[in-house]
């Protein structure tokens, strides 16, 4: 189980929907265009009538250009960026990189294909991920007048990731996977044949964390290496270790950082033997030439992550949770003075967690981002060191949004970044460095947009459990008639620990939700990120119980708020901890038409095959044998007699490759209600995990999650 606002802080075990506004999207192979001197301009588009608007379709949803991971260039001249695009009747994301200038104007794709743009330290380049040859690849283009060809910088037998220029731009670092005890690729390249030609391939372990995600460990593990940007042989910075760089990927900060003299590299991973069960993360630093073995910089039994040098070398900030174990602990923003080995944390006073971050260019401040009930802003703070006594105040930047990808031009004037709401995707902005000034520079959905009817999320409080106050959102539906009457649909997000955000979503999309005409209300109950720790943490051992007070306080209140409401016409549907809350709706409540339940956990004791063993074992306090209380009172496989009695009819959907919530969940699920009577629907997708990326795919769960509503709210 995880979050996804995995989609801009830590990967949380429950995130499904809904902290799934970081859209995670599938590698694309395809090749890159010859530069040849001209970058390709967007053609204009033709002047003509403007439509009148219409609700977003799921075809809408799949024309989209998903934009992101904005980089400014060395002058500060230009901004290049990622765009994936889904490309249906293949049923895959194509991806290409464009360029706009820092100012505006019109954006011009460089490549046919690839990622993870980034600028060499003059300018003259950008290295980015190519998947031409099939495997994910390091590649540069020159950006000279003369123009050039793609180059391929590496060739590893598992790919490259995570590329990343030295300050001096002679060398580039990376993650590939590796066996371990193989020195060279020579061996890894065999070992992989041996695997390949052998007639049985049976799984063999001895530890656990034998799958992740959505594959079963291969054995490999991710290593730190250097390559000459001119090419060469790469050099393993981590020969032999037995634990991956990074751990995981995470939004946010960079999990390696060289310092500015190039000469060190910093960089995150979990050196613990039993990685099931711990969420220990350090930060270790290695010579650049690997002259010697990397050193441990922290010894904190939580998570440290996403270390920054200071552009003066002075310090190393990074983000630190300080409970091991739980891996949804508030995040805080931690310097290490170098020359003193002291850690200093910069935010303890602030009860938020910090997410992506970065430097100022003269090293006095730093910028974060952070959650603040269902928005995400972006604030800076001061980094001297001596003022930590006296709490340095917070200063926002820029609020009343989403934003991500934060950036900030080497002369320290402009801020770039991407910004969002629940009724527009990313777009790419910039603003002047105390946030004035804001505009829009680039935003690839500018036409399609024109055309869509799409409503701004409302806020509302009220009264939950205990009397606390707890916030909604809430969407009309298309072409809006406050005399009329609507049915209405609560949407229950994930993690349990994240949020809904007034963030755009291409897996569970609020708009396209409320399109068929349905108000679509969404509450941040208990467990919800954004609210404080206390409020976070609330949900722990308590899965069914104040959280559910506060969904149904939180129907109740909107029905009274908004008269065009019909209280009798009522749906829900979640994913991952929304997918449990439906489950345990469907053994304790009859007041709903029909229920959709993704990913949810069912039976919390099997749920125990779940890979991240610190989530079950912190959400229910330990281990089955140790508290079989808590498991059996939250979990709805004990309640599975209410379901004849209430008879709501319910969609379950699950991913045979999730391997959070193994999809045996929803076999259970869907068996009991089709034993008792219910009217029910089981859909598994073979090639999908936890979430539903592929195109074609996602075209098919937004039509059975659209039918399935219009069958049951008449």
Not at 183 to 197: F, G, H, L, M
Not at 294 to 299: G, L, Q
Not at 420 to 439: E, K, Q
Not at 603 to 627: C, I, K, N, V
Request: charged share 20%.
């Amino acid at each position: 189980m995880s979050n996804a606002t995995i989609e801009s802080r830590a990967r949380r075990t429950c995130s499904t929907s809904i902290a799934w506004s970081v859209v995670v999207i599938l590698v694309a192979a395809a090749a890159v265009l010859p530069f040849c001197g001209t970058i390709f301009a967007a053609p204009p588009a033709k002047a003509q009538a403007q439509p009148s608007k219409h609700a977003v379709t799921v075809d809408d949803l799949l024309a989209m250009h998903r934009l992101s991971d904005p980089q400014i260039s060395p002058d500060a001249k230009w901004v290049a960026y990622s765009v994936a695009t889904p490309d249906v009747p293949a049923n895959r994301m194509a991806k290409t990189i464009w360029l706009v200038g820092i100012d505006g104007g019109t954006p011009r794709q460089l490549t046919a294909a690839g990622e993870r743009p980034r600028w060499s330290p003059d300018g003259s380049k950008i290295a980015f991920l190519s998947s031409a040859n099939g495997t994910s690849q390091v590649a540069w283009i020159s950006l000279d007048a003369s123009g050039s060809e793609p180059h391929s910088l590496t060739s590893l037998p598992a790919g490259a990731d995570n590329e990343l220029w030295s300050p001096d731009g002679n060398s580039i670092a990376f993650v590939s996977n590796v066996y371990p005890d193989c020195a060279d690729q020579v061996c890894d390249v065999q070992r992989d044949a041996e695997k390949a030609n052998s007639k049985i391939h049976p799984r063999v372990y001895d530890r656990l964390m034998f799958r992740h995600w959505t594959a079963w460990w291969d054995g490999k593990r991710s290593h730190l290496f250097v390559i000459p940007a001119a090419g060469g042989t790469p050099k393993d910075l981590t020969p032999g270790a037995d634990y991956d760089v990074p751990p995981f990927t995470l939004g946010g900060p960079e999990a390696i950082a060289f310092s500015p003299d190039s000469k060190e590299i910093c960089f995150t991973a979990n050196s613990d033997r039993e990685q099931a069960t711990s969420t220990n993360g350090d930060l270790f630093t290695v010579p650049s030439d690997g002259s010697s073995a990397p050193a441990a910089v922290t010894t904190n039994p939580g998570n440290d992550w996403g270390p920054v040098y200071s552009p003066d070398g002075k310090y190393i900030a990074y983000l630190a949770q300080m409970q091991p174990g739980y891996e949804s602990d508030r995040w805080r923003l931690m310097l290490y003075l170098r020359s003193s080995r002291k850690h200093i944390n910069l935010t303890e006073k602030l009860d938020r967690s910090v997410g992506s971050f970065l430097w100022t260019p003269d090293s006095r401040s730093i910028y974060f981002q952070s959650e603040e009930h269902a928005e995400i802003p972006v604030f800076e703070i001061s980094a001297d060191p001596s003022a930590v006594a006296s709490a340095p105040a917070v200063k926002t930047i820029l609020k009343d949004a989403a934003y991500s990808d934060l950036q900030v031009s080497s002369n320290g004037q402009t801020l770039v970044f991407t910004r969002g709401t629940l009724a527009a995707p990313a777009g790419l902005f910039a603003s002047d460095a105390n946030g004035g000034n804001v505009r829009e520079i680039a935003q690839p959905n500018a036409p399609l947009l024109s055309q869509l009817d799409l409503a701004p999320a409302e806020p509302f409080w009220f009264a939950g459990a205990g009397n606390t106050q707890v916030e909604g959102l809430l969407l009309r539906p298309p072409n809006f008639d406050a005399h009329k009457k609507y049915p209405m649909l609560l949407l229950i997000h994930g993690g349990p620990q994240g949020a809904w955000e007034d963030a755009w979503s291409y897996r569970w999309n609020p708009e396209a939700m409320a399109a068929p005409g349905y108000v679509v209300v969404m509450i941040n109950p208990r467990g919800s990120t954004g609210y404080g720790s206390r409020f976070t943490e609330e949900i722990s051992h308590d899965w069914g119980g104040k959280v559910y007070t506060d969904l149904m306080n939180g129907v109740d209140a909107a029905i009274a708020k908004y008269p065009f409401i019909d209280g009798s016409r009522l749906a829900a549907a979640g994913g991952s901890f929304g997918g449990f809350m439906i489950d345990w709706i469907a053994t304790h409540s009859g007041r709903f038409k029909c229920l959709i339940s993704h990913a949810g956990p069912y039976d919390a004791r099997s749920m125990y095959a779940t890979e991240e063993l610190w989530f079950q074992e912190w959400e229910y306090g330990g281990t089955p044998w140790e508290h079989p209380e808590l498991y059996d009172k939250w979990s709805s496989e004990k309640f599975a007699g209410a379901l004849g009695k209430f008879k709501t009819p319910t969609l379950v959907i699950g991913g045979e490759l999730d391997f959070r919530i193994p999809y045996t969940q929803e076999l259970e699920f869907f068996t009991a209600l089709q034993r008792q009577g219910v009217p029910s629907k089981l859909v598994i997708f073979p090639d999908e995990g936890h979430w539903v990326l592929r195109p074609q795919n996602s075209q098919f769960w937004y039509h059975t999650f659209q039918d399935w509503l219009a069958t049951y709210l008449k």
